[in-house]
T-cell receptor, first 116, second 111 residues
Framework: NAGVMQNPRHLVRRRGQEARLRCSPMKGHSHVYWYRQLPEEGLKFMVY????????ESGMPKERFSAEFPKEGPSILRIQQVVRGDSAAYFCASSPRAADGTGELFFGEGSRLTVL | EDQVTQSPEALRLQEGESSSLNCSYTVSGLRGLFWYRQDPGKGPEFLFTLYSAGEEKEKERLKATLTKKESFLHITAPKPEDSATYLC????????????FGTGTSLTVIP
């Protein structure tokens, strides 16, 4: 019974490169959330997606960041032209229910991005 | 503005010494309050969901309660393996897409 799978677990990039983070939700879950966690800070919402749709991207910077959840395959969070301030742990969570209901989120182990 | 505040930031307990963690929240229309446990280098692990004031949930040594303004996570006779960061999150009615997280309470249980 696989949980939320994220890869890579650790990623090192130089300034200006691109980072791609992948997330496969739990089986049967069609709702995916991306969160960012900085040391000593709480989890910050970035984006909420359903299959083939971005529902809420209000927490995601408008420049350099994008997310998708295609019909087939994992959800991807893409960060272009990374800067040192992008260094953080990025967590994906999935839910079996739409956000307009109520329901817990199930998190992956995170992808830790380090920008040199 | 929707807000979640957890206290204390850190807590050290002797094994067997019971205590409580606090989560105060200010949201427009609470849909749900969630407790998670996070171990170092890991993702948050779901513990409880509470939906309405007066509700209580229990799991082993943990018990979560909810009022209109705050939630408590009571830890009874903790063991060293209970050491972790405990996170509180709320889902608000007006922005149900977003779950607002507190910064957590780091619990250390000393043998």
């Amino acid at each position: 019974n696989a949980g939320v799978m994220q890869n890579p677990r650790h990623l090192v990039r130089r300034r200006g490169q691109e980072a791609r983070l992948r997330c496969s939700p739990m089986k049967g879950h069609s709702h995916v959330y991306w969160y960012r966690q900085l040391p000593e800070e709480g989890l910050k919402f970035m984006v909420y997606l359903q299959k083939e749709n971005i529902i809420d991207e209000s927490g995601m910077p408008k420049e350099r960041f994008s997310a998708e959840f295609p019909k087939e395959g994992p959800s991807i969070l893409r960060i272009q032209q990374v800067v040192r301030g992008d260094s953080a742990a990025y967590f994906c969570a999935s839910s079996p229910r739409a956000a307009d209901g109520t329901g817990e989120l199930f998190f992956g182990e995170g992808s830790r991005l380090t920008v040199l | 503005e929707d807000q979640v505040t957890q206290s204390p930031e850190a807590l050290r307990l002797q094994e067997g010494e019971s205590s409580s963690l606090n989560c105060s929240y200010t949201v427009s229309g609470l849909r749900g309050l969630f407790w998670y446990r996070q171990d170092p280098g890991k993702g948050p692990e779901f513990l409880f969901t509470l939906y309405s004031a007066g509700e209580e949930k229990e799991k082993e040594r943990l018990k979560a309660t909810l009022t209109k303004k705050e939630s408590f996570l009571h830890i009874t006779a903790p063991k060293p393996e209970d050491s972790a960061t405990y996170l509180c999150a709320v889902q608000a009615g007006n922005t149900g897409n977003q779950f607002y997280f507190g910064t957590g309470t780091s619990l250390t249980v000393i043998p």
